[in-house]
Each structure stands twice: as C-alpha cells, then as structure tokens.
C-alpha cells in the first residue's frame, strides 16, 4: 500500500478476473446463504432467476479477495523499488451495495475499484481514511456489483 | 421442499425476528479470511496483535456472511424470499474474535409493494449483530424482496405457490 498522503482521488486500480464455478457458488451458498436459487440448479430454473446464481455475499467475498491480492503485487513493487510500504488498516464500513444483475454459474466477474475520497482520520492521527467505489462486470460488459467503502491508511507523517 | 409459510405481507414494521446464539469458531474463521480476505489480522494471532485491530479478529465480510447466514436459519428458510437488491450501509463498530458467540436482532423498519410487479414486495431490515456481552458489534440495514401471497412465480424454487395456514 502507497502512503495516505500518495493516494490520489480518481485513481482507477483494476483488480482482475473470477470465475464463479458452479460447485463453488453452492458450496459458499451450504455455509452461508443456504436459499434455493443459490443451491440446486433444478430449483433456481424455477424461481425468479430461471438459473443457479452467486450469493451477492460471495460476489462481495472475491472483490476483497482480490483487492487484498492486488494491494500484495504493490507492496511487492514497492519493497523491489527500495520503497517503504504503508499499513493497510480495517474498514469502519461500506454503503450503497448493489446487486445489480444476478451472477450466474460460469459468468467471469472483472472487478475494479476508484478512489472517490481521502480524509485525515480525526480520531487517529496516523491514519488516514480513503473512500473507494468498487464494482464488477460480467463478460459481457454488464456491471453485476458496486458499493463504496472505506478504509484506513497509513499516513507517511505518522510512520515509525 | 416445504411450501413458504411467511409472505411480503408477513413482514410489517417493526416487527423483530431474532436468533443465536451462534459461535464463530476460529478455524471457520480463519477458514474464510485464508480464503476471502488474508489480511495479517484474521489469519494469524501474532501478527494480527502488531495490527490496529490489537488482536485476531473476524474478516468483515465474514460477518456479513454470517449475518446472511443467521438471517436464512431465523426466518428466510422459512420465507418467500426472492432476493435482495443490495445493502443500504454496513457498520463494523468492533471487532468480533475467534469462538465469540453473536446474536443477531431484524427488525422490519417500512414495507413496499413493487410498482413493477404485483407479485412481490420489498422489506426493508435493520440487522443489528450483538457479541456475548451484549455489545452491538455491527449493524446492517438492506431490503429483502419478499413474494406476496397472491405471487404467481414461485420464490425458494417452489412449484406453486399457496397460501400456508
């Protein structure tokens, strides 16, 4: 992770690519969204979604997957440039997620994520907060998920 | 596959639906962070107490996971759920640790009939997640889109739809 301080609003990051399989799809759905249309594809024929589809939730799971293995690639970037790397803190949140087309079994989901907003924490004087509006598209070029969300970074000033 | 039993119009405001406790057990915990989210401070102790977090502390999406997960076995196994559209806000307010117990509290806040199609209506929930001590630990609030008793399209994959009781 660049410091707070290097992070500019309107930076655009491409995360990469998942596949959601559809023994995958079922067995997030088993532990954590056990409905239906998430876990038997001759039932989701029959509802609303004509087809087995993704938890949103597990939509959700692989952009943070993602996120954190994209942040990784930077860190390492940055340790082979000889430069120091900022902490990447916890999140107070997120807001605005929506589902926007259902994800089926076999679709790939390209995710990216643009930073919107960048704010001194007031309570933390090391950090700093950065406010970042994630999304995916489907193959076919159609956005399937955006929320904004926000976390804590570390601030150049404040590093040991 | 049982026939639904709560409909949209089952669901009115302010009407509570609870349910846990449920334990998070740390390797189910550490299990999804290894998978969804491997940050230092859910997959491994010592490097997790270097963190802001002070400590191992569950992955946020796991909880919203979790969440899902309590919301289906407190009532939506036994809805006409169809979905939801999306989550108004998250709010992760502490951190929650390996092996608490939660207990999650929804609370229906307005219902809706769809403009678009009569045979189904949105529930709007505030979820409120509550660790053993009773200190609320994270609240999420997002509507659930519900089939109305008179839906024609079957929801949770039934073959038809009947009015239960």
């Known amino acids: 992770m660049k410091f707070f301080e290097e992070i500019v609003v309107g930076e655009r990051m491409e995360l990469g690519a998942h596949t959601f399989t559809a023994s995958s799809i079922k067995a997030f759905a088993r532990d954590f969204d056990p409905q239906p249309f998430h876990l038997d594809e001759?039932?989701?024929?029959?509802?609303?979604?004509?087809?087995?589809?993704?938890?949103?939730?597990?939509?959700?799971?692989?952009?943070?997957?993602?996120?954190?293995?994209?942040?990784?690639?930077?860190?390492?970037?940055?340790?082979?440039?000889?430069?120091?790397?900022?902490?990447?803190?916890?999140?107070?949140g997120f807001r605005e997620l929506k589902w926007l087309k259902p994800v089926y079994a076999g679709d790939t989901i390209s995710y990216s994520t643009e930073v919107v907003d960048t704010r001194p924490s007031t309570s933390r004087p090391r950090w700093g907060l950065m406010t970042i509006r994630n999304s995916g598209v489907n193959q076919k070029g159609e956005p399937v998920i955006s929320f904004v969300s926000v976390v804590f970074v570390e601030r150049r000033t404040g590093a040991a | 596959m049982s026939v639904s039993k709560l409909f949209w119009e089952d669901f009115y405001q302010g009407r509570v639906f609870e349910h846990g406790p449920r334990r998070l057990p740390r390797e189910e915990m550490i299990a999804f962070a290894a998978e969804f989210d491997p940050q230092p401070m859910h997959l491994d102790e010592a490097a997790a107490r270097a963190t802001m977090m002070g400590g191992l502390c569950a992955s946020g999406w796991y909880l919203c996971c979790i969440v899902m997960r309590m919301i289906v076995d407190a009532f939506a196994h036994d809805a006409a759920s169809m979905g939801s559209p999306g989550v108004d806000e998250v709010k992760w307010l502490i951190p929650v640790r390996p092996d608490d117990q939660v207990r999650l509290r929804a609370t229906v806040i307005e219902t809706r009939a769809s403009g678009s199609r009569p045979d189904m209506g949105f529930v709007r929930f505030a979820f409120e997640l509550f660790n053993a001590e009773g200190v609320r630990a994270m609240t999420l609030s997002s509507s659930m889109m519900m089939a109305r008793r008179n839906a024609r399209y079957p929801a949770g994959g039934e073959s038809e739809t009947k009015v239960a009781r």
């Open chain 1, 42 to 92: 001759a039932e989701a024929a029959r509802s609303i979604y004509g087809a087995l589809i993704a938890s949103g939730w597990h939509t959700a799971a692989v952009w943070m997957r993602l996120m954190v293995d994209h942040q990784r690639r930077e860190d390492d970037g940055l340790r082979e440039r000889g430069e120091p790397v900022a902490a990447l803190g916890p999140s107070p």
